[in-house]
């Protein structure tokens, strides 16, 4: 059985640096292309970030470049996300994803405020 569970979020001022975590299990994660995604309250579930299997092809939503970094680590089963330089505006509850998965986890919460 697929699960993917999200975890790292909290609260952090503006400027400030979250890492989440996504641990993978139930199926061959290095063979997946993997995904960020989030969702505000009201507001329809974004993509955020987006890696390979390899890690060779990474691409970003345009509020994530220059201030998120998405990467795995295959032996571990295991999706990051570093984020910095957090706005209020990155408030949301953050969801990892597989190529062709159709189960979202519980996500982690992520609140940016002073």
């Known amino acids: 059985q697929v699960q993917l569970v999200e975890s790292g979020g909290g609260l952090v001022q503006p400027g400030g640096s979250l890492r989440l975590s996504c641990a993978a299990s139930g199926y061959t994660f290095e063979y997946y292309e993997m995904y960020w995604y989030r969702q505000a309250p009201g507001k329809e579930r974004e993509l955020v970030a987006t890696?390979?299997?390899?890690?060779?092809?990474?691409d970003y939503a345009d509020f994530a470049k220059g201030r998120f970094t998405i990467s795995r680590a295959n032996d571990k089963s295991t999706l990051y996300l570093q984020m910095n330089t957090l706005k209020p505006e990155d408030t949301a509850l953050y969801y990892c994803q597989r190529f062709g998965g159709d189960k979202w986890g519980q996500g982690t919460q992520v609140t940016v405020s002073s």
């Open positions: 890696i390979s299997d390899d890690s060779r092809v990474i």
